[in-house]
């Protein structure tokens, strides 16, 4: 795997999500990024249905195979389940970065939400010194826009990025994504 760097990219919930919806992040991701990525997608537990019991142990187990220098994506609920496990075990590996895309955030201010309610000093438990990103459309009508601002909160090394005129699934167009962690991209 020298020289490629590894992405992986955590789907959000719902039924057909993986095959109807976040393929196309994924697709945009990956032709973005070019050749000198690998976007690993794997299928999320139950779907219809996520717990954090059931993907965070399956994230888990995908972050053992990354090696120094990945990044980790999460898209929506997908994402809040994401920085809630690297919150409660890092991985082994030093991440290049945390991505979060339209992620609820799940406590004080924000969804209801018990099985996965994210710590107050949620920034202090991610892994150190991996730059994390939040981007959220401001026309998402799935996940209030005001949720990047709770993570701003939870997480004070967070960059926002608040994408006017996008929408829960960034218009399918992860371009920003993309250019912010790869900076050598035009």
Request: aromatic share 6%; glycine share 12%; charged share 25%.
């Amino acid at each position: 795997m020298t020289g490629i760097q590894q992405i992986l990219f955590i789907q959000g919930g719902g039924a057909g999500t993986h095959d109807e919806w976040d393929d196309k992040l994924v697709d945009s991701l990956s032709r973005e990024l070019g050749e000198e990525c690998e976007v690993r997608y794997p299928r999320m537990p139950d779907e219809g249905d996520p717990s954090f019991a059931r993907w965070g142990s399956a994230i888990r187990r995908e972050m053992a195979d990354l090696e120094d220098g990945a990044v980790v994506v999460g898209h929506s609920v997908g994402g809040t389940i994401l920085v809630h496990t690297l919150a409660e075990q890092p991985p082994a590996c030093r991440l290049a970065a945390i991505v979060l895309i339209a992620a609820p955030f799940v406590g004080q201010g924000g969804w209801p939400g018990e099985e996965f309610e994210l710590p107050g000093d949620l920034g202090a438990r991610l892994p150190h010194g991996a730059p994390v990103h939040v981007f959220h459309g401001l026309e998402d009508e799935t996940a209030p826009p005001a949720h990047a601002d709770l993570y701003a909160r939870a997480i004070p090394q967070a960059q926002v990025h608040r994408l006017p005129g996008r929408d829960h699934q960034l218009n399918n167009d992860l371009s920003e994504v993309a250019k912010t962690i790869s900076p050598d991209k035009p």
